[in-house]
């Protein structure tokens, strides 16, 4: 288990460098306007988004309980790219210490509301998970990305899932 927590610790810091270069080659002022692409929501908000995430498991470390319908939706990470990157950064410097946690037990709450349905998991599949859900805002970032700043440079493996990479590359040597 131990080795797929390392896997998985390796693969959410990569995203997240991955993210904050191509957030560098946004304009400052692009980063927090609303587009239309993105329906009305701006890079910032799926930036913040992605970061909520992993700050509710790592709250749900200390708690024993991981709720992702209860996030803090800090608005200065949507307008302020900077600010943005510095604390992806930081949230990645506590992720990259969490494989001693890897068979950690913890309950996952399904709702927001009291009462809600619990769900037996641990930390490295709730790792898991939000590589998934991060590589699937980032797919939508590259959309807007795209539409948006055509002219703008976008790694070839920004928004896909590394079996579709795996997939892609297999595919391409036949």
């Not at 400052?28 to 890079?43: A, D, M, P, V």
């Not at 619990?118 to 990305?145: P, V, W």
Request: with cysteine.
């Amino acid at each position: 288990m131990k080795d797929i927590m390392q896997t998985n610790i390796q693969n959410f810091i990569n995203l997240i460098n991955q993210l904050i270069i191509h957030l560098n080659r946004i304009p400052e002022s692009e980063y927090g306007k609303k587009l239309q692409t993105l329906g009305n929501s701006s890079i910032g908000e799926h930036v913040r988004h992605i970061y909520n995430f992993p700050e509710c498991l790592l709250r749900g470390i200390q708690t024993g309980v991981v709720n992702y319908d209860k996030r803090i939706r800090n608005t200065q990470i949507e307008t302020n790219r900077e600010y943005a990157i510095k604390c992806l950064l930081e949230q990645t410097g506590y992720i990259i210490n969490l494989d001693h946690y890897s068979n950690k037990p913890l309950v996952l709450e399904v709702e927001a509301k009291e009462n809600s349905p619990r769900i037996d998991t641990n930390l490295t599949r709730e790792l898991h998970y939000i590589i998934e859900h991060t590589i699937h805002h980032m797919a939508i970032l590259r959309i807007g990305m795209n539409f948006h700043f055509p002219s703008l440079e976008i790694e070839g493996s920004f928004g896909f899932a590394y079996s579709t990479l795996e997939y892609k590359n297999l595919t391409s040597q036949t």
